[in-house]
């Protein structure tokens, strides 16, 4: 009898010291704090009409982030200055605690009232509406001069090493004695030219001043590639600015399909390099 309950308390022992081990999941289920419509965005502008404008999302228990088509803030306000004038759409992109969601704000931006970042006119001239017409500091035909050319990759502080002088050597892209346009009329258009007749095929582009990145939307830059079958452009359209003046452009990619780097050297169209490349 006394060995049956030393058992039997043993054995309730052991269970019991196991329970208490198994662990306490507390299970919490994600849920909306609001709606869409009860997420509230404000745009305010420093001056009526002016292009300085602060962006604020004001409901408490929402986190995400403003796509301000120049960039992306990763918080709930942000203050930057526009450098389009026309009606300009915002988004915030955001969790209202268990789905995700987008909401948009616009602003009328009626004058430049601020000035804009030195790398945006010399991009696209002091009338931005107008805008600048680039063309390679070159060719067409192969002299010898650096324009588009294999360089190191992986390192944009490498893009003046030439590893092979393409353009300048015997192969020149196809479209070298092409041009391409930017500018801000009513928003921030790039315009590509095959060559100097052909019809311009029209897209976008973003400056992204912070990184040093420029971002062409859905067109090809020129210079992509050649008769050849090269393709050195970059299929996402961004590029490493290596130099951006007023009388130059230099653009880089780290990587290509050569597994190399690739340098495209560009020059304002009515700029006096531009003409005696001309000749």
Sequence with gaps: MKINKISSLFLASVVLLFSGCEPEVDEQELRNTTNVEGVELIATQST????????EMTTPGITGYWDYNLGKALTNETTFVYPIPGTATFTYVGTLGS???????????????????????????????????WVFDGGPGSDGRLWWFMSPPGDKASAWTAWWNAAGDCCPPSDASGKMTFDLDGAANYTYYADADA???LSSFVLDVKNQKLIISDGNILGSGNEYGAVVGNPAGVYDIVSLTEDQLVLYVPGNGFGTGWTWVFVPEDSGEAEESEE
Excluded at 48 to 55: A, R, S, V
Aim: proline share 2%; aromatic share 8%; glycine share 8%.
């Design 48 to 55: 009526p009409g002016g292009n300085e404008i602060t962006l």
């Design 99 to 133: 789905e995700f969601f987008t909401k948009t704000i616009e602003v009328e931006v009626e004058e430049l009232t601020h000035a804009l970042d030195q790398d945006w006119y010399d991009l696209v001239s002091e009338n931005t509406a107008e805008g600048k017409t």
């Design 199 to 201: 019809e311009g095929q």
